[in-house]
């Protein structure tokens, strides 16, 4: 992916309802990811933090007479927009843009930056399809609506911050699904995305559904973001999460997607750019998400056992 990384923290929780995930990019950072990084055979850069300002600064229903129910649009929409300028300089100077979040919203920013230049496919590691838009959303938190921005559905439609054009829905697979509301559940079966859920990693193994998704997300795109929300894992594994669901992947199999991911780039050179989210210190045990979350990042980037 790159020789040098550059670290790009965006300490943003205006997305959730959850206190605590703002301080998830310099929980990452404590748990030696740059460290880890290097052992992986690259060079970390940090560009530090984006100023965000803290929720309780703002008001969170500015928008909902004109947008629905989405809590803090005004808010998110102001950190994409510099979130999407930092990822693009980043690719123009060369550099792979790491994402540290804050909120799975800043996901929409990550891949608006990563799509200027490039047609877009992506992996979305998570239990939760966010998908739903500012209509369907049963809690107006925005961090259960970023796909549903990047592909401009509903009010996001005439959002340029939101909606990236270059992003097509049928080069999108999400790996892990488990928890999925009703309406939610009927956007993504009426979609042309592509859905690998936990059953699916239980009858067929993780590497065989990593390598499929990366076949989805690379047909007739020019590279792929891959977005690892720490809800993936199980919660007995990954416990500091905002949104917490049983059944979630196992540890060893959360570091084979990402060793997967890894050795697909390695053959065809393909991850353009990465975030990884959702990471709350307040409800971890022991930093022990942060450190997952640097470990899998690191597996992403080449790291190995020998």
Same mark, same amino acid.
């Given at each position: ?107 929409? +920013?990550?891949? !608006? &930056?990563?799509?200027?230049? #490039?047609? =877009? $496919?992506?992996?979305? @590691? /998570?239990?939760?399809?966010?998908? *739903? ?6 809690? +107006?938190?925005? !961090? &259960?609506?970023?796909?549903? #921005?990047? =592909? $401009?559905?509903?009010? @996001? /439609?005439?959002?340029?911050?939101? *909606? ?143």
């Amino acid at each position: 992916m790159g020789t040098t990384v550059r670290i790009i923290g965006a300490p943003m929780d205006y997305g959730t309802n959850r206190r605590g995930v703002d301080m998830g990019p310099s929980a990452i950072r404590y748990a030696e990811l740059a460290d880890r990084l290097e052992q992986a055979g690259v060079e970390p850069i940090d560009a530090g933090d984006l100023s965000i300002p803290h929720a309780e600064e703002r008001d969170p229903d500015s928008d909902q007479p004109t947008r629905g129910d989405a809590k803090f649009l005004r808010e998110v929409a102001d950190v994409s927009i510099r979130l999407s300028d930092r990822v693009a300089e980043t690719l123009a100077d060369g550099e792979f843009p790491l994402v540290l979040g804050g909120d799975h919203s800043v996901a929409i +920013g990550s891949m !608006h &930056g990563s799509a200027r230049e #490039a047609d =877009l $496919g992506a992996i979305w @590691f /998570d239990a939760h399809a966010d998908l *739903n838009t500012p209509a369907t959303s049963p809690s +107006g938190n925005v !961090h &259960g609506m970023p796909l549903a #921005a990047v =592909l $401009g559905r509903g009010a @996001f /439609d005439d959002m340029e911050w939101a *909606n990236v054009p270059r992003v097509r829905e049928d080069a999108i697979a999400y790996v892990g699904l488990r928890s999925i509301d009703e309406r939610e559940r009927e956007l993504v079966r009426d979609s042309d995305l592509t859905a690998f859920t936990m059953s699916d990693i239980d009858e067929r193994g993780m590497t065989a559904v990593v390598e499929d998704a990366l076949a989805i997300a690379t047909d007739g795109t020019d590279g792929v973001h891959v977005s690892l929300d720490l809800d993936w894992v199980d919660p007995k594994t990954a416990p500091g999460v905002g949104t917490p669901v049983r059944g979630g992947v196992t540890y060893r199999e959360a570091h084979t997607a990402l060793e997967t991911v890894s050795e697909y780039h390695e053959r065809d050179d393909v991850v353009r750019s990465m975030d990884v989210v959702e990471v709350n210190p307040i409800l971890d045990e022991g930093n022990e998400t942060a450190t997952i979350a640097a470990e899998l990042t690191a597996s992403a980037f080449g790291k190995r056992i020998l």
